[in-house]
């Protein structure tokens, strides 16, 4: 989830952007500001991920605002002005709307922020690199909810999405760091920290799967949670 906040001076711009947000899921509108400093003091006390600000303010403008930022979240502009365009993109903003904005072209902007987010993710989260027919396919370590063995395959859940990987559920669960995976059956292999709830006949996980706890493993279990 996305904690944004809007900044423009103009009311109805606050709610056409509310409009067009309503169909997305991931983005919670935090606050509005309706000038550069007000935008500064509610930034002093509360963190977010997204900013949709304007440009054209009274006493301090967007790109002022900008600067004067430490810790300065995802930028994207939304001006009825574009000679200011240059300047935004020297200050890494993830992209420069101009008013009037569709909900299209917002869309656009934020599928570029989500691939950017998704791209530092990747680069800074451990993973493993695992063969899915013919690719060598990465798999972010946190993702991974449960290894599920099919034979001479494993089945890799995340998010509940599975995907069959070339690999025998032993000799994958040996590249795994153990503290945080564990076998809890001959056939399964579960994330410690998507682990919901559990009693000693089975584990809920993360997104509501049921996986049966074998009875060689039931000591095993207790020790983690």
Not at 29 to 37: E, G, M, Q, R
Not at 43 to 62: E, K, R, T
Not at 152 to 157: A, C
């Amino acid at each position: 989830m996305l904690k944004t906040l809007i900044i423009d001076d103009e009311p109805l711009a606050h709610q056409v952007i509310k409009h067009h947000l309503q169909g997305c899921n991931d983005i919670s509108v935090l606050a509005s500001c309706y000038n550069a400093t007000e935008a500064l003091r509610y930034l002093a006390q509360q963190q977010v991920d997204l900013l949709l600000l304007d440009i054209n303010m009274p006493a301090l403008s967007g790109i002022e605002l900008l600067r004067v930022l430490h810790n300065r979240p995802a930028v994207i502009i939304i001006s009825a002005y574009k000679e200011y365009a240059i300047e935004g993109f020297e200050l890494d903003v993830v992209d420069y709307l101009v008013k009037p904005v569709s909900s299209e072209r917002l869309f656009a902007a934020l599928n570029k922020l989500r691939r950017r987010l998704v791209a530092v993710k990747s680069a800074t989260e451990p993973y493993i690199v695992l063969k899915v027919d013919r690719e060598q396919r990465k798999f972010l370590l946190n993702d991974i909810s449960l290894l599920e063995a099919y034979g001479n395959y494993v089945k890799v859940w995340q998010h509940q999405q599975m995907t069959l990987v070339n690999s025998t559920l032993k000799r994958l669960l040996q590249q795994l760091p153990s503290q945080q995976f564990v076998q809890v059956h001959k056939s399964f292999v579960v994330n410690k920290d998507k682990v919901l709830a559990a009693d000693s006949e089975q584990l809920r996980l993360d997104g509501d799967q049921l996986i049966k706890v074998g009875k060689l493993y039931k000591q095993r279990l207790i020790s983690f949670l």
